[in-house]
């Protein structure tokens, strides 16, 4: 009936027992999106994403995060762009599991130049800093 209206036709709308025609200009289409789903409409196509945060995609998102937060920090600590470094942290939880995690840990020394991942007091020297991501405490510590 919504793809009628919107073609400028009318409808017929059947109630108790007798059949009633609606002009499009007497009819008012409203779209809601499902729970859990984004919708967007443009020129008669209508696309819906769903928007459900698995714990797969939040741990990914944590792990980008985790990259962005390490390479702000090798500009601060003035690296150079080629530097290999070894990465200290100290965290748990979620961040913990991406840590852990051996894709993600892969991905995320890759993007990073990082040798290793460590998980330990970030000795004399490093870059340090104490950040909050997804609502969890992390401590990271760079060194060349």
Not at 62 to 91: G, H, K
Not at 125 to 141: D, F, K, M, N
């Amino acid at each position: 009936m919504a793809e009628q209206v919107k073609a400028g036709r009318p409808i017929n709308v059947h109630m108790e027992g007798q059949s009633i025609e609606l002009l499009p200009g007497e009819v008012e289409v409203r779209t809601h999106a499902r729970r859990g789903y984004a919708v967007a409409e443009e020129r008669g196509l209508t696309v819906a994403v769903d928007t459900t945060i698995t714990p797969e995609l939040e741990r990914e998102g944590l792990a980008r995060d985790l990259v962005r937060c390490i390479q702000n920090m090798r500009r601060e600590a003035d690296f150079n762009i080629d530097d290999r470094i070894t990465t200290y942290y100290q965290t748990g939880g979620r961040l913990a599991k991406v840590m852990h995690d051996p894709q993600l840990a892969t991905y995320i020394q890759a993007e990073t130049l990082s040798r290793e991942l460590v998980e330990s007091v970030p000795p004399q020297g490093a870059y340090v800093q104490s950040l909050e991501l997804g609502g969890e405490h992390i401590t990271l510590g760079l060194q060349r």
